[in-house]
């Protein structure tokens, strides 16, 4: 299981490093970015409406991009843990995809910060060559000897976004928007910073490093050992108090209902009588799956307000 954000100033590498973690740890690496413009390739309706803003340097929507985000989530390669990379963007965002992930009992475990100093950036992004078909990032200073993708064979092109005044503005909003979750996930003690230069490897073997389940001294004594595990502290501090009780509840209903399934499951394989039971316990399962849905349109309902009023004040 895990469940991880990327952090980092664009061009610090979060693509890059969420892929190869997406190897090695068999959980999908999930890039807002690679979302929006796979909707502007196909040019959907989301896709025609996020263009300008990417193109400009600028976010998109958070309506639109939690939208894409909360779909890709509840896919099923994501039910074992995710790489998030470049969401989330801003404060809302971030708000927005913990009562997410609170309301279906599956809280972040780790935020990686990639630290990589302006300059450094700058250059990485305006070297930077993309497979048209994969995603797989490359530097000009080492393309592959064919010229296309290593990985697929797919073209290699310049995201429209990384020329030169382009890329300013990107960093700007990072500046402003993004640098202050990095304050945001220190106090929620899951942010772990990881120095993002020198060879591609070193960086991820930091990166796993980082991952690695904390030194001895943060580890609870025996006693306290199955209400430790469960790490209640970030979610506590993340929660409202008030809506502890809802979350709570709808998380021992969840794992009630799923242990329910299983066990009149099992019954009903032997005994066609259990039918009924089953039907009972598939309601219930509904039921919650509607909560859940109702919770998380909740959240986007106030992001979008969130975001509506910020774009006012400006
Ligand atoms: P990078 O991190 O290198 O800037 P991304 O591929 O993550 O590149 O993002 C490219 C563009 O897509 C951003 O400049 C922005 O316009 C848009 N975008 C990506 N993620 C988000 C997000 N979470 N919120 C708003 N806009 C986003």
């Given at each position: 299981m895990m469940r991880i954000v990327l952090l980092g100033a664009p061009g610090s590498g979060?693509?890059?490093?969420?892929?190869?973690?997406?190897?090695?740890?068999?959980?999908?690496q999930i890039s807002s970015g690679d979302l929006l413009r796979d909707a502007v390739k196909r040019q959907t309706e989301l896709g025609m409406k996020a263009k300008a803003a990417m193109e400009a340097g600028q976010l998109v929507s958070d309506e639109i991009v939690l939208g894409l985000i909360r779909e890709r989530l509840s896919q099923p390669d994501a039910a074992n843990g995710f790489i998030l990379d470049g969401f989330p963007r801003n404060s809302?965002?971030?708000?927005?995809?913990?009562?997410?992930?609170?309301?279906?009992?599956?809280?972040?475990?780790a935020v990686l910060l990639l630290d990589v100093k302006p300059a450094a950036v700058i250059a990485r992004l305006a070297s930077r060559r993309v497979c048209k078909s994969c995603s797989k990032v490359f530097s000009v200073?080492?393309?592959?000897?064919?010229?296309?993708?290593?990985n697929c064979g797919g073209e290699l092109y310049q995201r429209s976004d990384d020329k030169e005044d382009v890329i300013a503005k990107r960093l700007e909003v990072?500046?402003?928007?993004?640098?202050?979750?990095?304050d945001h996930y220190k106090q929620l003690g899951l942010l772990r910073v990881v120095k993002g230069e020198g060879a591609l490897d070193q960086i991820t073997a930091r990166m796993e490093a980082a991952l690695a389940p904390p030194k001895p001294k943060a580890e609870p004594k025996p006693k306290a050992a199955p209400k430790a595990e469960k790490k209640p502290a970030v979610v506590a501090v993340e929660t409202a108090p008030a809506k502890?009780?809802?979350?709570?509840?709808?998380?021992?209903k969840a794992a009630k209902t799923k242990a329910a399934v299983k066990t009149v499951a099992a019954k009903s394989a032997k005994k066609p009588a259990a039918k009924k039971s089953v039907k009972k316990v598939k309601k219930s399962a509904k039921k919650l799956k509607k909560q859940v849905k109702k919770s998380t349109k909740k959240v986007?309902?106030?992001?979008?307000?969130?975001a509506k009023k910020a774009k006012k004040k400006k």
């Open positions: 979060k693509g890059t490093q969420a892929q190869r973690l997406q190897a090695k740890f068999g959980v999908p809302e965002q971030a708000t927005a995809l913990s009562s997410l992930l609170n309301d279906v009992g599956q809280p972040l475990e200073s080492a393309l592959p000897a064919s010229g296309n993708c290593d990072y500046q402003s928007q993004t640098k202050p979750l990095i502890q009780p809802v979350k709570k509840a709808a998380k021992k986007e309902k106030k992001a979008t307000k969130q």
